[in-house]
């Protein structure tokens, strides 16, 4: 019997390269060695989205990226939250044995609190509990995360080990599963990359679009002429090439230490590698977007699948909460 992964994430619409280093190719290969379910997480959207009438056409676009990625619907079930409504069942149950206090202390919550005080509606204080539900609905033993997102997979393991302690073993305590490339910065060279900052660059980008997308990033800020020597180590381009150039890092670092390579032609080189790494997935995503049926077709089987195993969860849950 193989492991149960599960993983959720928001409907940010297109990915970007930084979703594709840190999220999505980890996707893609854990299907080899684990049970996947991947989820577009649309109820949680609606903590901060108020205008949500572009939600449908955001949670089309991501599957296609994910599906042309390489997420395989034949092995995974890869479907939309709120098509498997069990839950928002669950959510409900689980939100009567999570006490408020863990809720208020998470420090996403109170930074949502400061960041939209005009809607700190209370979705956002159960955020953590649906997470749960998301997450033990399915039984799912492993969660791939990154390192800022550890804390969350904890409050759902206390979650689910405090069921488990009041009415019976249920869930498994999900363990992380650390993702390899857990940090990708912008083209800002600051900040996680990120659509809401602009710092990013689309995997469905054309070839040219990716190229004035990448001229367009913060280098070494020490280098301010073609003849000063740069520092790699500091400079976001040079560390996107240790994804998209591998076999040319050394050389880079190096031409770069010794001005013998200025940050245009770097930054070129980056771009060239970056479209030959997505050429192949670019094509699939063009080929599946010609089939728009094909998108619904997969989110309506996959949901179908997903409803199978919450239903006897969910099931369980109710029995041994003495609602049966
Ligand atoms: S040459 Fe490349 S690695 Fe060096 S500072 Fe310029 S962009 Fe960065």
Redesign the pocket.
């Known amino acids: 019997m193989k492991k149960r992964v599960f993983s959720g994430a928001r409907c940010t619409g297109r990915q970007h390269i930084g979703n594709y280093l840190g999220a999505i190719k980890n996707y893609v290969n854990l299907q080899d060695e684990y049970d996947c379910i991947y989820c577009a997480v649309d109820v949680h959207a609606l903590t901060s989205l108020e205008d949500t009438s572009t939600l449908q056409e955001t949670i089309r676009e991501m599957i296609l990226d994910w599906l042309a990625a390489g997420l395989d619907p034949q092995r995974s079930i890869i479907f939309v939250q709120s098509h498997v409504p069990e839950v928002m069942e669950l959510h409900t149950l689980l939100s009567m044995v999570t006490p408020l206090g863990w809720l208020l202390r998470v420090p996403t919550f109170k930074e949502k609190v400061k960041l939209q005080p005009q809607n700190v509606n209370y979705g956002l204080v159960g955020y953590p509990v649906l997470m749960t539900a998301d997450i033990v609905l399915y039984k799912a033993e492993v969660v791939p995360v990154g390192e800022d997102q550890l804390p969350h997979l904890e409050l759902a393991r206390n979650i689910a080990r405090r069921f488990n302690n009041r009415f019976g073993d249920t869930f498994p305590e999900p363990q992380a599963k650390l993702t390899q490339f857990p940090l990708i910065l912008g083209l800002d060279g600051k900040e996680k990359m990120s659509k809401q900052l602009g710092n990013d660059i689309e995997m469905a980008l054309s070839d040219e679009e990716t190229e004035e997308r990448v001229m367009t990033a913060v ?2 800020p020490a ?1 301010r002429y073609r003849n000063d020597p ?3 180590e500091i ?1 976001n ?2 560390s996107l090439h240790k994804y998209f150039t591998p076999s040319q890092i050394d050389d ?1 670092a190096e031409q ?1 230490r010794s001005a013998k ?3 245009v032609d ?2 070129k080189l980056l771009a060239k590698h970056i479209n030959s790494d997505l050429g192949p997935f670019r094509e699939r995503r063009a080929a599946l977007a010609a089939k728009p049926q094909y998108i619904a077709d997969v989110l309506a089987d996959s949901a179908q699948r997903a409803r199978v195993i919450a239903r006897e969860t969910l099931g369980e849950v109710k029995q041994k909460m003495g609602l049966i």
């Open positions: 280098t070494d280098r740069g520092h790699p400079c381009i040079y880079i770069c390579i200025g940050c770097c930054k």
